[in-house]
């Protein structure tokens, strides 16, 4: 069995996990989320960087944990690897950016193979966060999400700070030597699935899989999410 750390992507909390940590629990593992700084916490997101947030994230780490992000946590989880690697046994990433060397993730976001968010992204007049249009969420998040998981996240939605997605992020043999896998989401409106499928083209091919669904299989799948992860553990 394996210890899980959950970790939400942008606008996002630890809430979005509600469905998959009993499904873990259920098949033997332990599994816990956290909330990262900034998010919905009363913090200025301007005072919010990249480091403090893998810094939270290796603090509620184990070297037995496995960590997974989702989305934009792609960023932080590997930021973690590189600061703390012996302080996590893996890394999973769910439809999530896989940094390149040097570039931030806005740098990566700019470079897709197409632009999908558009002004569904609200920039906060002091330019240090920006929200998701309520009205677009859905069509970018939650597509295939039952009504009642939908009706769950969309009040919970909170300004995600700019200053930890703008920060390039160097990568070392530390992140490289690190466990790792990729979950691919076909169906995804956020991140395109052939840009998922580009950030992890060298990986060897038994660590890339793949859910028929949208950018949230938390809700869409979760049963199905949980027994993937599960699979995943035993090859780290």
């Given at each position: 069995m394996a210890d899980f750390l959950l970790i939400h992507g942008s606008c996002h909390g630890?809430?979005?996990w509600r469905d998959v940590i009993p499904a873990l629990e259920a098949r033997g593992?332990?599994?816990?989320?956290i909330t990262l700084p900034g998010h919905d916490d009363g913090r200025d997101p301007a005072t919010v960087t990249l480091k403090e947030t893998a810094e939270a994230i290796v603090a509620a780490s184990t070297?037995?944990?496995i960590v997974l992000g989702h989305s934009w946590a792609g960023y932080p989880i590997t930021a973690a690897a590189e600061i703390a690697p012996k302080a996590m046994r893996g890394l999973i990433y769910l439809c999530a950016y896989v940094p390149v060397c040097?570039?931030?993730l806005i740098d990566m976001r700019k470079a897709g193979p197409r632009q999908t968010i558009g002004t569904a992204a609200i920039k906060h007049p002091d330019g240090a966060?920006?929200?998701i249009d309520l009205a677009e969420a859905p069509r970018l998040f939650y597509q295939d999400c039952p009504a009642e998981a939908v009706a769950?996240?969309?009040p919970r939605l909170c300004a995600q700070p700019i200053l930890p997605q703008e920060t390039p992020l160097e990568l070392t043999d530390a992140w490289q030597a690190t466990p790792k896998a990729y979950i691919r989401?076909?169906?995804d409106q956020t991140i395109p699935p052939e840009y998922q499928a580009q950030m992890v083209a060298d990986w060897p091919r038994n660590t890339v899989h793949e859910m028929q669904c949208s950018h949230s299989p938390f809700f869409a799948d979760p049963q199905?999410?949980?027994a993937l992860i599960g699979q995943i553990a035993k090859d780290f």
């Open positions: 630890a809430w979005c593992h332990s599994a816990r989320a070297p037995e944990t040097g570039q931030s966060s920006y929200t769950y996240a969309l989401c076909t169906n199905g999410l949980a």
